[in-house]
């Protein structure tokens, strides 16, 4: 296949050209779709003829590996030698460093390198372009070096006692060889779109050993007669999940453009909608972006399940689970009735990932510090700082709500059927408030849509939080007001912007100042980059106009 490149937009192989331009879609997403269809074909054939009973792991390891750089190029084209720079340079420094400290240069060196491909890729080639970038495999890559430093950090360095229950199975008593480095961080299954996993529970999958986790599991369910089977078919799991991808699709192509998210901001919406109505559009505005993020983590799930990785053991009743490297649960998504519950249904694998690498190990803040490196790892939109710091504010908001308020309705069912519905109409309102400035991307437009509201959200979340939480979280929750309402209050000035940029750096720095004093925590590492890059991120948007 070729790798010419036919424009700007896409970098990669022009041989789908025609295609692309017959359905009208973009070269780059015809590539990256064809390439995800053609891995899910390939990923049935890795499993039936290059079986772990067949074949060594050896074998395994180069085929996916030559696989996943092939899918990189098809649709990168040279932009996919990033994945083997950022993999390469962590590498060495796993060699070259002693295990007590590599977690933490690995840290900064791969998110380091993510940042700066995404502000070159954003500032410099194609800002506000929703394509199929070479950013998007690297996030994932990321995730991968990060975690697997961690986990070498935790079972060559730390005493098992120091460990939780969950890092002790994690940990890695050896350091990987490259091929199995390699065959980790590119394989064909997870290139493009993940999802990210644990290093034990690949390795296990292509040697066709047992992962640690679910042992137990297949030993209870042979001893109680329920299976038979150690190695069961994926078939119906993946059938399930591509209609699912199906669905998905449909709905985000027939839907989408009936409710542009763009229209919450349209002055004359704004001037003649009554505010109920707004408010119910923009629910449904949201509601239409989550399809095509259920499209590609669903698919990516299938092309894992159909290669034979994913299995998570037996449910009680015998039957096979497939969901060890899921990304998402629709229906516990549409159906939060809180703020928790969303998160922990929405990008699975990227918040064990945060939970394992920050939130557990962060010594200050850690609600804080997580949404902040979530925000770094997004990229450098400015509007995805907007969204994790006003994440920061609903979390607490929720959390307090939930310890103080819900056991009042447990009582009884009816009265708990009554927060249930309520929490949900505040948990989605809540929710896509939150994220539309994750979908507009810059900064205008994001605080014209919250001056809109009124920054009512952030007043109310701010207020329960004020009235429920301790008194220092009072302290950080009132200076988030302070700031938010400073910005609501300015105009559209020429001076906004920059106050935007000082009111980012100054909640950054409020965060996370406690982290400043203490240079042991491996998360002082990229405290100081997290201030640079959002004033970098602000100041670059300033510039653009």
């Known amino acids: 296949m070729a790798t010419e490149t036919v424009s700007p937009a896409c970098t990669g192989s022009s041989l789908l050209q025609p295609i692309s331009e017959i359905i009208n879609l973009p070269l780059d997403q015809v590539n990256f779709v064809v390439c995800q269809l053609f891995a899910l074909l390939t990923a049935f054939g890795f499993r039936l003829y290059l079986h772990p009973s067949k074949t060594s792991p050896f074998v395994r390891h180069v085929v996916a590996t030559l696989l996943g750089f092939y899918f990189a190029l098809f649709c990168f084209g040279w932009y996919a030698l990033h994945f083997l720079v950022q993999s390469g340079l962590t590498y060495g420094i796993m060699i070259l460093t002693g295990v007590e400290h590599m977690h ?70 050896r350091m990987p060889s490259l091929l199995e480095y390699f065959s980790y961080n590119c394989n064909f299954m997870g290139i493009l779109a993940g999802p990210t996993c644990s290093y034990n529970d690949y390795i296990a999958f292509i040697e066709g050993t047992p992962c640690r986790r679910h042992r137990d599991q297949q030993t209870n369910g042979k001893a109680n007669g329920r299976h038979k089977q150690t190695d069961p078919s994926p078939n119906i799991e993946v059938v399930r999940k591509l209609a699912t991808c199906f669905f998905s699709l449909m709905v985000f192509l027939s839907v989408c453009k009936v409710f542009p998210v763009e229209r919450n901001i349209d002055d004359d919406f704004i001037a003649t909608t009554p505010f109920y109505a707004q408010v119910v559009y923009l629910y449904l505005s949201m509601l239409t972006t989550r399809p095509k993020y259920y499209f590609v983590w669903t698919l990516a799930d299938a092309i894992n399940n159909a290669a034979g990785f994913g299995f998570n053991g037996y449910t009680s009743d015998g039957s096979p689970r497939w969901d060890l490297i899921s990304n998402l649960r629709i229906t516990d998504i549409e ?113 014209k849509f919250y001056r809109s509201w009124y920054f009512s959200v952030h007043i109310g979340c701010v207020l329960l939080a004020v009235a429920l939480v301790p008194f220092g979280m009072q302290l950080y929750c009132i200076m988030m007001i302070c700031v938010w ?47 640079i890059l959002s004033g970098l991120c602000f100041s670059l948007e300033v510039n653009r106009f």
């Open 485 to 531: 309402g400073g910005v609501g209050w300015m105009g559209p000035g020429d001076e906004m912007p920059v106050l935007y940029y000082y009111c980012i750096m100054g909640v950054c720095r409020l965060a996370l100042y406690p982290l400043s004093l203490s240079p042991q925590s491996f998360f002082s590492a990229f405290v100081y980059p997290s201030w």
């Open 104 to 173: 933490k240069y690995c840290l900064v060196v791969a998110l380091g390198y993510l940042s700066f491909c995404q502000i070159t890729r954003v500032y410099v080639f194609d800002y506000g372009m929703y394509s199929a970038d070479f950013t998007g495999p690297m996030m994932v890559i990321t995730q991968k070096i990060t975690s697997l430093t961690f986990e070498i950090h935790d079972g060559m360095c730390r005493k098992e006692e120091q460990l939780t229950p969950n890092q002790k199975i994690l940990a890695i008593k």
């Open 335 to 447: 159906f939060a009735t809180s703020f928790k519950m969303f998160l922990d249904n929405w990008n699975i694998q990227t918040a064990h990932w945060l939970k394992r690498v920050c939130y557990e190990r962060c010594p200050y803040n850690p609600t804080a510090a997580t949404f902040i490196l979530s925000a770094m790892w997004h990229g450098a939109y400015p509007g995805y700082y907007l969204t994790f710091l006003t994440g920061i504010v609903v979390t607490l908001a929720a959390r307090a709500m939930r310890h103080n308020v819900r056991p009042h309705f447990l009582g009884s069912p009816s009265h708990k059927l009554v927060y249930d519905v309520i929490t949900w109409a505040g948990t989605q309102i809540a929710i896509c408030y939150t994220v539309v400035p994750f979908v507009l991307l810059s900064v205008g437009p994001s605080m």
